[in-house]
């Protein structure tokens, strides 16, 4: 399984970004998506994760803000990220698996840098 996730970038205080994480390759045992990040000096965290039947779970810090939606067709998963906040700064990765564990899943993107700085 690879997955290429996509989107990150520089955004303000307030601002809104969409993350994207296409899956592919031997993709038939994947149950859940989803996204975890770490921030500087800190350790990496679950952020939000979503099955392939759409039941989704957040962090307390980001429910009202993000929203995970995975488009079963595309095998892609997305993170929508409004209200974005500086301590929202971190590297973001994608991670899926037959089921969802807080520290991470079988299978791992590569970072994508979110910047929420004005």
């Known amino acids: 399984v690879q997955l290429q996730a996509s989107g990150g970038g520089l955004v303000q205080p307030g601002g809104s970004l969409r993350l994207s994480c296409l899956a592919s390759g031997s993709i038939f045992g994947i149950n859940v998506m989803g996204w975890y990040r770490q921030a500087p000096g800190k350790q990496r965290e679950a952020v939000a994760a979503s099955t392939r039947g759409g039941t989704t779970n957040y962090a307390d810090s980001v429910k009202g803000r993000f929203t995970i939606s995975i488009d079963n067709a595309k095998s892609t998963v997305y993170l929508q990220m409004n209200s974005l906040k500086s301590e929202d700064t971190a590297v973001y990765y994608c991670?899926?698996?037959?089921?969802?564990?807080?520290?991470?899943?079988?299978?791992w993107g590569k970072g994508t840098l979110v910047t929420v700085s004005s």
């Open positions: 991670s899926a698996g037959p089921e969802w564990r807080r520290s991470g899943m079988d299978y």
